[in-house]
């Protein structure tokens, strides 16, 4: 059974006649009688008494509500999908982490709400793995996270490159890494660490750097806010390896110091971190999701 079987049997039961359906329908006499009888040997029961005037079977008054309701939904799925793709939709929903949400998404947001009015915005700050994640069962619909392969490797995945930022430690001020300018690895690994909990990109590069390094990281709490970061550093000889753009405002903050690690020439330590945007091939074809895209992409590229 075709939706075009069903919009034929509509036609004839609304003109009586088959020639007149053909004409409704745009399309030859032989195509509807085509149509009905292939319907009619689906259905296994005539539907039309062919007379002068096309009149309704009993199979043919049982079908009828069935058809209308049938056609009535494909007119309104149709429909909505005519919206979809001119940008009609309800919302738009972002994950991303932490500091994205904080320190790059603000502008983005208010031009993206001035573009779009009557798209609700929904943008949820979590951690890349859980980020990745939600994308994926299709609760969001553009993640901007820490790259991570094992994620975003699917066909339908699109990766873009957003930038990539260095590591520093987060320290009280009066810490006794505080004296560096440029702290040595062999300094940085006398002291416990407060980790992002699991399902953090930051917990996995650091433990993973620490390995390579064949260092062990002493890891005493975990957390998932940049404020209990902070105040918990701020407290005594913790300390925190963040991403450079979690800790732009720290001149603020004369209780807290960060400082850069050192880079030892042929080591393998490399504590940088690449965000990307992550979102699917068919949600780029929806105009406010590219439209999105392309304002964080653009942002990042004149900041860059």
């Known amino acids: 059974m075709r939706i075009e079987q069903l919009q034929a049997f509509l036609a004839i039961t609304e ?35 062919r007379h002068h005037q096309a009149k309704l079977t009993i199979g043919g008054e049982r079908l ?38 904080a320190n790059i998404l603000p502008p983005i947001l208010q031009q993206f709400c001035q573009r779009h009015p009557l798209v609700q915005l929904r943008v949820t700050a979590l951690g890349s793995d859980r980020a990745l994640k939600v994308l994926k069962d299709g609760l969001v619909d553009v993640a901007i996270v820490m790259d991570n392969r094992m994620f975003t490797t699917s066909p339908e995945t699109i990766v873009q490159n957003l930038y990539q930022e260095p590591i520093e430690i987060l320290m009280s001020a009066d810490h006794p890494l505080a004296q560096y300018n440029l702290v040595p690895w062999i300094e940085l690994v006398k002291y416990p660490q407060v980790v992002f909990k699991d399902g953090y990109g930051m917990q996995r590069l650091v433990q993973e750097q620490f390995s390579k ?34 800790l732009l405002d ?55």
């Open 15 to 49: 003109t009586g006649s088959f020639q007149q359906a053909a004409r409704t329908c745009d399309c030859t006499q032989s195509t509807i009688s085509r149509q009905i009888q292939s319907l009619e040997e689906d259905l296994g029961i005539s539907l039309f008494h």
């Open 64 to 101: 009828l509500p069935h058809a209308r309701k049938i056609c009535t939904e494909w007119q309104l799925a149709h429909q909505s999908i005519e919206h979809l793709l001119a940008g009609k939709q309800p919302d738009l929903c972002v994950a991303a982490i932490h500091s994205v949400c």
């Open 213 to 246: 390094q064949g260092s062990k990281l002493q890891a005493v709490l975990e957390l998932n806010t940049l404020d209990a970061f902070r105040g918990v550093v701020r407290q005594g000889k913790l300390i925190a390896l963040l991403p450079k753009s979690a």
């Open 250 to 304: 720290l001149h603020n903050d004369s209780t807290l110091a960060a400082r850069a690690i050192e880079s030892i020439p042929h080591s393998g330590i490399n504590l940088s971190r690449q965000v990307v945007l992550v979102t699917t091939s068919d949600r780029l074809q929806i105009p406010p999701i590219k439209f999105f895209c392309d304002l964080v992409s653009q942002q990042l590229t004149e900041n860059s």
